[in-house]
């Protein structure tokens, strides 16, 4: 079963993109992207809001944590009510919601204040990925599936290039406030590109049929692999992730204008990975994810050894090289992941997209909050350890479980 609305799709070696196509993607590209830079705010804004709102960096940063954790509350529940709605009325709701609460974030007295708005849009953030790729996987065929999810993801590379350089420079030479007042703006705009170029795209046949009749997503055995790996490289990823102007400053060195540029630089990195590995999302996924997770073993490990030697300013390339390297090889591990889960169950991939969703925001969670805690009690040191130990231990899944990792061309 295919992925697209017309049976009689076009063959792979015979589909060529069409302007009003590649016009859709990049609308889904930049929605993600700006969801992605809001999501992430707290990140590269974290020593404005600290010094703002008078509270450690430490507490921002579980503002991640707590957004985190509302979505995997609500995200698998949302997307079997809204599963027979339109699915461009689904994503408008999720970019309404976003809109509204960085409009409230912006105006935030306070820490308490700030992660309450953020809960409107923690709210939808699950849903808004679990419906985004499949939206974009809708509008392709099959056999280009990957391909369409690599253009989906885009936005959130490029939301690491510019958008989260971007929010840590203008929070320090404007504040956080107007940074989040932008976003806002940001947000109502793309809201209004959604409704004008995406098609209606009314739920299938399966997602119309009875709920009861629908084999629970938790007896996919390949969904469970890849969403237990998942949980496990997204935990590693944000325990270090959380607290990365903290490593750029602390480990690498950088400071002020130094640090947008480096974050920048990670951005760019993983961005021109995804251009790269696209056609491997389709074609050669396992080998992909292989490689990626023996880039990040080494960068992170790098990023260890450097933060116990502290070998500055003779150090200063080898961090530099380990951040690069680091934003190269996450910013594929979602679409490679995303397209993977999406494969195990073809008729249903909003509820596919769900449960690995709900798996990565648990990983965000767990990440964000074992990192606070290692940053504060312990020190620097010890959040790149564990990132390194988990990658290494994500790599040893992929290895043991190759088979959850099926190619098109499988």
């Given at each position: 079963?295919?992925?697209?609305?017309?049976?009689?799709?076009?063959?792979?070696?015979?589909?060529?993109?069409?302007?009003?196509?590649?016009?859709?993607?990049?609308?889904?590209?930049?929605?993600?992207?700006?969801?992605?830079?809001?999501?992430?705010?707290?990140?590269?804004?974290?020593?404005?809001?600290?010094?703002?709102?008078?509270?450690?960096?430490?507490?921002?940063?579980?503002?991640?944590?707590a957004?985190?954790?509302?979505?995997?509350?609500?995200?698998?529940?949302?997307?079997?009510?809204?599963?027979?709605?339109?699915?461009?009325?689904?994503?408008?709701?999720?970019?309404?919601?976003?809109?509204?609460?960085?409009?409230?974030s912006?105006?935030?007295?306070g820490?308490?204040?700030?992660?309450?708005?953020?809960?409107?849009?923690?709210?939808?953030?699950?849903?808004?990925?679990?419906?985004?790729?499949?939206?974009?996987?809708?509008?392709?065929?099959?056999?280009?599936?990957?391909?369409?999810?690599?253009?989906?993801?885009?936005?959130?590379?490029?939301?690491?290039?510019?958008?989260?350089?971007?929010?840590?420079?203008?929070?320090?030479?404007?504040?956080?406030?107007?940074?989040?007042?932008?976003?806002?703006?940001?947000?109502?705009?793309?809201?209004?590109?959604?409704?004008?170029?995406?098609?209606?795209?009314?739920?299938?046949?399966?997602?119309?049929?009875?709920?009861?009749?629908?084999?629970?997503?938790?007896?996919?055995?390949r969904?469970?692999?890849?969403c237990?790996?998942?949980?496990?490289?997204?935990?590693a990823?944000?325990?270090?992730?959380?607290?990365?102007?903290?490593?750029?400053?602390d480990?690498?060195?950088?400071?002020?204008?130094?640090?947008?540029?480096?974050?920048?630089?990670?951005?760019?990195?993983g961005l021109?990975?995804?251009?790269?590995?696209?056609?491997?999302?389709?074609?050669?996924?396992?080998?992909?994810?292989?490689?990626?997770?023996?880039?990040?073993?080494?960068a992170?490990?790098?990023?260890?050894?450097?933060?116990?030697?502290?070998t500055?300013?003779?150090?200063?390339?080898?961090?530099?090289?380990a951040?690069?390297?680091?934003?190269?090889?996450?910013?594929?591990?979602?679409?490679?992941?995303q397209?993977?889960?999406?494969?195990?169950?073809?008729?249903e991939?909003?509820?596919?997209?769900?449960?690995?969703?709900?798996?990565?925001q648990i990983?965000i969670?767990?990440?964000?909050?074992?990192g606070?805690?290692?940053?504060?009690?312990?020190?620097?040191?010890?959040?790149?350890?564990?990132?390194?130990?988990?990658?290494?231990?994500?790599?040893?899944?992929?290895?043991?479980?190759?088979?959850?990792?099926?190619?098109?061309?499988?």
């Open positions: 079963m295919t992925l697209v609305d017309d049976p009689h799709a076009v063959p792979a070696q015979r589909y060529r993109w069409t302007p009003r196509v590649v016009g859709q993607l990049s609308v889904l590209a930049v929605a993600a992207y700006v969801y992605v830079v809001a999501e992430m705010a707290p990140i590269g804004a974290m020593p404005a809001i600290a010094a703002d709102l008078h509270v450690d960096e430490a507490h921002v940063g579980l503002l991640t944590a957004y985190a954790f509302v979505s995997i509350l609500v995200t698998v529940p949302l997307v079997r009510w809204t599963a027979g709605w339109p699915k461009r009325r689904v994503f408008l709701l999720t970019l309404m919601c976003l809109t509204l609460a960085q409009a409230l912006a105006l935030a007295p820490l308490g204040w700030l992660a309450a708005s953020r809960v409107l849009c923690a709210v939808t953030h699950g849903l808004m990925w679990s419906i985004i790729v499949p939206i974009g996987a809708r509008l392709v065929p099959a056999t280009h599936t990957g391909r369409a999810t690599t253009a989906v993801y885009l936005g959130s590379a490029a939301a690491l290039v510019i958008g989260n350089p971007l929010t840590n420079a203008m929070s320090q030479a404007w504040g956080w406030r107007p940074t989040v007042a932008l976003m806002a703006v940001a947000a109502g705009v793309i809201t209004l590109l959604a409704w004008n170029v995406l098609p209606a795209l009314p739920a299938t046949a399966a997602e119309m049929a009875p709920i009861v009749r629908k084999p629970p997503p938790y007896r996919n055995a969904l469970l692999i890849l237990g790996l998942t949980l496990i490289g997204v935990t990823h944000f325990v270090s992730y959380t607290f990365i102007v903290p490593i750029i400053r480990i690498v060195g950088a400071r002020g204008a130094e640090q947008a540029w480096l974050l920048a630089g990670y951005g760019i990195a021109a990975t995804l251009g790269i590995l696209g056609r491997a999302l389709d074609q050669r996924l396992r080998a992909a994810a292989l490689g990626s997770l023996v880039v990040l073993c080494l992170l490990w790098l990023l260890s050894v450097l933060s116990v030697i502290h500055r300013p003779a150090g200063v390339p080898l961090g530099v090289g951040i690069v390297l680091w934003g190269a090889s996450a910013a594929v591990l979602p679409p490679m992941l397209s993977a889960a999406i494969r195990t169950a073809p008729a991939p909003e509820q596919a997209s769900a449960l690995y969703v709900t798996a990565f990983g969670l767990a990440g964000s909050v074992a606070g805690l290692l940053y504060e009690h312990i020190g620097v040191v010890a959040v790149v350890s564990t990132t390194a130990v988990l990658f290494a231990v994500t790599l040893l899944g992929v290895l043991a479980r190759g088979d959850a990792f099926l190619s098109t061309a499988s």
